[in-house]
């Protein structure tokens, strides 16, 4: 990359559509791509996206066809930050933290797994409301996980 590319963002406007998560998961490892963020991150980045969007569509836009999802990419040195933002309301309470064993028991239903995946593989998580309407995820990815040993 040349130095006047080591600051770059893309931006995408989705359908409200289940399945239009993969456009964004391909934009985002072909973005990660360009700035040798190594495989296994691109993975982190893809999962958090995939997530994200589905969540955006499914509980912020409440599965109108209407309504839009934009995920917007930047990067910075070894960071990339990804935002997106739908037509709802925001959070209101965050969901407990998914008890794998209650689940696999059948005993609690699978909920708030999506969020609790994305706080696991991201460096950083912020809810927010958008401007205007809508609400916002931004999630930050490092180019190494922390704790992965740099040398």
Excluded at 4 to 25: K, P, Y
Excluded at 64 to 70: P, Q, S
Excluded at 75 to 81: L, Q
């Amino acid at each position: 990359m040349s130095e006047d590319q080591m600051e770059s963002t893309v931006s995408l406007t989705l359908a409200n559509q289940i399945g239009f998560e993969r456009i964004a998961m391909a934009c985002s490892a072909s973005f990660a791509e360009m700035f040798n963020f190594p495989k296994d991150r691109i993975e982190d980045l893809k999962t958090i996206v995939a997530e994200a969007a589905i969540n955006a569509m499914q509980h912020g836009n409440k599965g109108r066809l209407n309504a839009k999802v934009v995920v917007s990419l930047r990067c910075e040195a070894d960071t990339i930050t990804v935002r997106i933002t739908d037509e709802g309301n925001g959070l209101k309470d965050k969901p407990p933290r998914p008890d794998i064993n209650k689940i696999m028991d059948e005993e609690q239903m699978i909920c708030g797994f999506g969020l609790f995946l994305i706080e696991q593989l991201a460096d950083q998580v912020v809810f927010q409301q958008a401007p205007g309407k809508g609400h916002v995820i931004e999630m930050a990815l490092k180019m190494k996980a922390q704790g992965e040993y740099a040398g």
